[in-house]
């Protein structure tokens, strides 16, 4: 299938490891001009050369301007934006009832302000050219709330309930906006949370890995290339009739439709 992708240039944000760096190789081979960034320039810059047409730029989308000065970066050396991959890492585990007012906050810093700063960004230009992508690399928390993920949970939550109300509003001018959702995907990430997991419960992360791939019906983890197929499908052009969607990559984890 041709994504028809080649000349487009895509920011993915996050994207010197795990899930953000399979999306922006995904994207780079179906001929995307891929912006990588990255809090290490130097690993940012590292992947974009073995990338064709992709530049690495060290962004940290944490502080105040960080959103405003990736975005002026990229288009100055790639020109306007055309796909935007929204990414990030998640807050620490923890309980529910023990979420803090400040928990709350650094969960709408990391997960929800900077992500909607990227789309007034960027989003004017891909409404004038008539054709543009949004999606978020979000969480399976979304569809269910995981335990043990209670900031984490919120945080998506609240970014979903955004992109899914922007979508309506943009579709008529040629811009999707999308959520993929990934389960147990084997990324450093989830192999920090089963660490987080075996201590706090005294086993192994072995162990605690073990039971995890038991509630998945695939009876595996899923790997980040079949992850970044899906979120280079959704940003390509054969799926321009599909937004406002929240898609579960999760090897059948969410029981739920």
Known sequence: MNLGLKGRTALVCASTQGLGEATARALAAEGASVVVCGRSGDRAREIAGELPGAIGIAADLLAADGPERLVAAATEALGAIDVLVLNG????????????????????????????????????GMRERGWGRVLAIGSSGVAAPLPQLASSNLGRAALAAYLKTLAAEVAADGVTVNLLLPGRIGTQRVARLDAAAAERTGRSPAEVAAESRRTIPAGRYGRPEEFAAAAAFLCGAPASYVTGVALRCDGGLIRSL
Do not use: K, N
């Open 89 to 124: 890492p998640g807050p620490r585990p923890g309980a529910a009832a023990d979420v803090t007012a400040q928990d709350v906050t650094e969960a709408v810093d990391a997960l929800v302000r900077p992500q909607q700063r990227l789309v007034a960004l960027t989003l004017p």
